[in-house]
């Protein structure tokens, strides 16, 4: 009787984590089986409900009012260890999928992933690290910090009422672990991401008849356009500022010289400091016809996430981790912004994109890849342990 006696020397999370793969894809099923879309607050309380009841056994939970959208929690988990300040885990309830897309994009396993809306943006990533969680526990690792997981309803959409929260949490933290997808299909991890932010400029001109009374009229739409091309110069490729011009809106009719035309500018920048450019380019903007005016909003809503000495120690040890798993693990940066931007612009060490890998976020391909699974749990827990 008896097998043959297999000497390992495999990781002790990964063998967790492994042995854990069929829980953890139960848990993704359920998660995104349980939509969640940005502007349907009902929804979203929902799936915070179903995700801090799976976390009761090894946490505790605070609910926060989210304004117009759902509301976001807080889940302080019960670790082993003797604790000395804190780890703050980020992460999103909301997706961008408007509720019923499963009936189109239902939750599946096919070809080596899981696929559906929000299964990569970020609902894995949220169930890697109750499991890493739950690994630390089972396995009577000891960690140094306290760890919270905190879980926004509002990012896919600004997240306006989370931010306090989550610069309240990263200040009392000695990191942050933004449990966003990696980048790729290696599923590199984020150690910059550019500033986001958008501007919105209004032209007012005059209306008139565009046949009985043209010259009376200053043409709102004739206005932006010559203001667009210079916009849109403000563009810095070899910089990484980017400024595009996205929506414009403008006019009544064909026969009336139109009297104002409102245009939303998507604006991209990679340091601090192309904050104060972009203040100062699109401040300077003067109408060319000294009939129309112009009214200029907006600007950066979330800072850069700048690669910073301490971004770089994190990233080492993530490496280093990740080594002892067999996994090669690179570092990107990326044009969108996340909740990690404000952690980081506060100068608190923060790494980003730990949670799945895959491809198609906010995309119909959505998916991730079922043989990452394990490695990202296990380096989450092994991350939790080591800072
Ligand atoms: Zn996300």
């Known amino acids: 009787m008896g097998g043959p006696v297999i000497i390992t020397t495999m990781d002790r999370f990964l063998r967790y984590a492994r042995q854990k793969q069929k829980d953890i894809i139960t848990s993704i099923r359920e998660f995104v089986e349980c939509e969640s879309p940005s502007d349907h607050p009902p929804s979203v309380n929902r799936f915070v409900d179903l995700l801090t ?18 509301k976001h929690a807080r889940c302080e988990f019960t670790l082993p260890g003797k604790k000395d300040g804190q780890i703050l885990a980020l992460g999103h309830s909301d997706t961008v999928w408007t509720l019923g897309t499963l009936a189109t994009m239902p939750f599946r396993e096919a070809k080596g992933r899981l696929w559906g809306p929000g299964v990569l943006d970020m609902k894995s ?17 000891p960690v140094a910090r306290k760890v919270v997981l905190q879980i926004n309803s509002d990012e896919e959409v600004g997240s306006e009422t989370s931010r306090p929260l989550t610069e309240e949490a990263a200040r009392a933290s000695a990191a942050v672990l ?13 150690t910059a991401r550019k500033g986001v932010g ?25 206005e932006m356009a010559r203001q667009l091309e210079k916009i849109a110069g403000f563009t810095r490729l ?61 600007g950066l809503n979330r800072p850069p996430m700048e690669r910073s000495a301490g971004v770089r120690k994190l990233f080492r040890t993530a490496s280093t981790l990740a080594a ?36 198609g976020a906010h995309a119909v391909n959505e998916s991730i890849l079922i043989h990452r699974i394990a490695d990202r749990t296990a380096l989450l827990a092994k991350l939790v342990a080591a800072i």
């Open 53 to 70: 009841a799976s976390v009761k056994d090894i946490g505790r939970v605070r609910t926060f009012p989210g304004g117009a959208y759902g």
């Open 125 to 141: 990533g949220l169930v890697f690290f109750i499991f890493a969680m739950r690994a630390l526990r089972d396995l009577d690792v």
């Open 178 to 190: 933004v449990l966003e997808p990696g980048t790729g299909l290696e599923g590199k991890l984020k």
């Open 198 to 222: 958008d501007y919105t400029i209004v032209v007012r001109g005059r209306a008139s008849h565009a046949g009985v009374d043209f010259s009376n009229g200053a043409n709102a739409i004739v």
């Open 238 to 298: 070899d910089r990484g500022v980017t400024v595009s011009p996205g929506v414009v809106h403008g006019g009544t009719r064909s026969n009336v010289v139109a009297a104002e035309c409102r245009a939303e500018v998507d604006i991209r920048a990679p340091r601090d400091r192309d904050r104060v450019y972009l203040e100062r380019v699109f401040g300077s903007l003067k109408p060319f016809d000294k009939r129309c005016t112009i009214e200029v909003t907006g």
């Open 324 to 359: 002892e798993l067999g996994v090669t693990i690179e570092e990107s940066s990326t044009g969108g912004g996340s909740d990690g931007n404000f952690t980081a612009a506060l100068g608190v060490p923060t790494i980003d994109g730990l949670g799945g890998v895959g491809e």
